[in-house]
């Protein structure tokens, strides 16, 4: 049973990375980058849609601690 299931998982890895690289060199076929400078390109735009995610949550934290403190103040006064 686990001889199986580790085999079906070899195989969805396997067709995961041919449907992956497949994909790249399709859309290298419609631009001018070719399909590994495009994937270096999609790695790089995730990593910054992730910091740019973590940095609005953050500013949301800070914003949301900053508006509940002169809430405080105003009342207090």
């Known amino acids: ?6 085999t079906v998982a070899l195989f969805c890895v ?3 990375r041919l449907f ?3 994909l790249w060199l399709f859309v290298s076929k419609f631009t001018d980058l070719t399909p590994n400078r495009l994937h270096k390109v999609y790695k790089h735009m995730v990593k ?5 995610q973590q940095l609005n949550k953050v500013l949301l934290l800070f914003s949301t601690n900053l ?3 002169l809430i405080f103040i ?3 006064l």
């Not at 049973?1 to 580790?6: G, H, N």
């Not at 910054?48 to 740019?52: L, N």
């Open 1 to 6: 049973m686990i001889a199986k299931s580790y």
């Open 14 to 16: 396997s067709v995961f």
């Open 20 to 22: 992956n690289s497949s």
């Open 48 to 52: 910054k849609r992730s910091e740019h």
């Open 67 to 69: 508006f509940l403190s």
């Open 74 to 76: 105003l009342h207090v």
